[in-house]
């Protein structure tokens, strides 16, 4: 069985950072690209990374730019966001899901409040 | 990197048909066939409905369809059943990112 397992989410003040994790099980997640999906609150879905599946090549939506940095660890079978400067408008739920163009499973998120 | 065009709301009756549409530009829709779309029931997350403009994945009825002209995709839902209300959201490759609609809440009446 396919499994995502997001951790890593909470609140953190303005400014602050915070590191995103995602366990993956059930699929061999050296062959996958890897990207990162955040919903704010009340809000549309937003693409926000993607990871190549050897992690040589990774694409950001502007909003997250020299802010965040997606990562994978193949031997761990594990996805990564390390989220810095962050700021009150990236507060939203993060999924980590597998796949480029399209993607077949999701996490299940995790919350990220910034907020002071 | 602007959000794709979707309507925000969309109705049909029971056994009634709904089509939404998504609407993007050349660098996107238009320029790929690599259009996606995702149903999220309230606090649950996204599920892929369509892929590749029209390509259903296993499990999915195929009451649900999707095409695509130009720089538009539609998903058109046939036989509306009361657990296909939901929000519905289109995704499109744009070259190296991808993009997500505003997207659709659809009720059944």
């Known amino acids: 069985e396919v499994q995502l397992v997001e951790s890593g989410g909470g609140m953190v003040q303005p400014g602050g950072s915070l590191r995103l994790s995602c366990a993956v099980s059930?699929?061999?997640?050296?062959?996958?690209?890897m990207t990162w999906v955040r919903q704010a609150p009340g809000e549309g879905l937003e693409w926000v990374a993607r990871?190549?599946?050897?992690?040589?090549?990774?694409y950001y939506v502007d909003s997250v730019k020299g802010r965040f940095t997606i990562s994978r660890d193949n031997a761990k079978n594990s996805l990564f966001l390390q989220m810095n400067s962050l700021r009150a408008e990236d507060t939203a739920v993060y999924y980590c899901?597998?796949?480029?163009?399209?993607?077949?499973?999701w996490g299940q998120g995790a919350l990220v409040t910034v907020s002071s | 990197q602007s959000a794709l065009t979707q309507p925000p709301s969309a109705s049909g009756s029971p056994g009634q048909s709904v089509t939404i549409s998504c609407t993007g530009t050349s660098s996107d829709v238009g320029g790929y066939n690599l259009v996606s779309w995702y149903q999220q029931h309230p606090g649950k997350a996204p599920k892929l409905m369509i892929y590749?403009?029209?390509k259903r994945p296993s499990g999915v009825p195929d009451r649900f369809s999707g095409s695509k002209s130009g720089n538009t995709a539609s998903l058109t839902v046939s036989g509306l059943q009361a657990e296909d209300e939901a929000d519905y959201y289109c995704s499109s490759y744009a070259g190296g990112n991808n993009v997500f609609g505003s997207g659709t809440k659809v009720t059944v009446l």
């Open positions: 590749e403009v029209s």
């Open positions: 990871i190549k599946e050897d992690g040589s090549e990774k």
């Open positions: 899901v597998r796949g480029q163009h399209s993607h077949d499973y």
């Open positions: 059930g699929f061999t997640f050296s062959n996958y690209r």
